[in-house]
């Protein structure tokens, strides 16, 4: 559903890359986006349609999926608000390459391609923080391939954790808003596996479970066994 449009100028939510621009670039970028509301569960993006806009996470939370047959997916990024969708397409894709969909209620804004293309022509800094986003998903997409085939079933799902904690919520407790389906998924395991490697920790205080809540409570056993892999 779309929702009431707010000036880029005048938006709480401007990224990092967007505070590079100047007044008239952001009026271009407001006149040439829309802002969509998506209910929980909602498809945002449907692997292998056309990359006409880049998206912009302004609030909420989304799954980002490579869907590898009709039974199985696989989540490579869990993205809170703040982030872009796809950034690395600009210049380089036609379609995409993922699925997308929300987590939770999200507001995101879609902004033709063609005028951030220009932009990263034009302004050197916005073009600079382009790149140095794109270069941290890179390094997150590195070490995501890493965890899925040199680690254990502990140390993904550790991995997967500090992920949780670090990169899309920033404390040690969260809301929990992945099934556990979508937590197998972001961490290349079977379900079961999933529920009987949480029950482990959860036994063993590393994590405590409760009222849709995960609370980490020794980071530092996370770390050594994802270490150990």
Partial sequence: MATKEQECRDCP???QCFKQLGDLELQS???SKVQVNYKSGETIVKQGSFVTHMLYVKQG???VYQEVDSNRNLIYQILPEGSFIGLSNLFT?????FSVAALGASD??????????QLVYDNGSFAHSVMRYVNEETHQLRSKLISLTHKQTRGRLSDSLIYLCREVFDALE?????SRN????????????????????IRQGYVVESKGYIKVKDMAALERMAKAG
Avoid: H, N, W
């Avoid at 894709?93 to 390459?97: A, D, L």
């Avoid at 995101?108 to 293309?117: A, G, P, V």
């Fill in 29 to 31: 970028t407001s006149e």
């Fill in 108 to 117: 995101i804004c879609s902004i033709d391609r063609k005028i951030l293309e």
């Fill in 93 to 97: 894709r036609e379609t995409y390459p």
């Fill in 13 to 15: 939510f401007k990224s």
């Fill in 182 to 201: 979508d937590l197998a998924e972001f961490s290349g395991m079977s379900m079961m596996s999933v529920v009987r490697t949480m029950q482990e920790f």
């Fill in 61 to 63: 939370l989304v799954k």
């Fill in 174 to 178: 969260f809301p929990f808003k992945l």
